[in-house]
């Protein structure tokens, strides 16, 4: 790290330190509920600010003076079938999933309940098996 470095991670250090200041509230105005009315003063007057550190920021910074860098991290997802799959959920977003439960609702299910004794070898003499009918 070089000294210019140093001295800017320093400042962002001291304003991280600061505290925010006091928000003045008392334009903002409420109905009986409690919420914030139309055309009522911002709680945020401010703005959202902007964040000294950004690890993304950083990382397009360094691959755009070493673009070799950022070929071979692209040849080192590709080969790997993991972190390929993590890249393209977050580009694309992983699909929807169904929790939607399919079949016939009126036919019977068995519930099983098995029986742990903390033995290792547990047969099928220790479980009882019973047809539970549905009572939709």
Known sequence: MNEEETIKNEEIKEEIKEEPAKLDLSGVKRDEKGRIVPGSASL?????????ISITAEQKAYFFEHPDEFKKYCE????????????????????P???RLSGDASLPFILKIIKDDGKKDNKDEGEDSQVVSNPV
């Open 44 to 52: 945020n007057p401010k703005g959202r600010s902007c964040s000294p």
């Open 76 to 95: 080192d997802i590709r080969k790997d079938p993991n972190m390929r799959k993590h890249v393209w959920d977050h580009i694309d977003g992983k699909p």
């Open 97 to 99: 999933e169904s929790l």
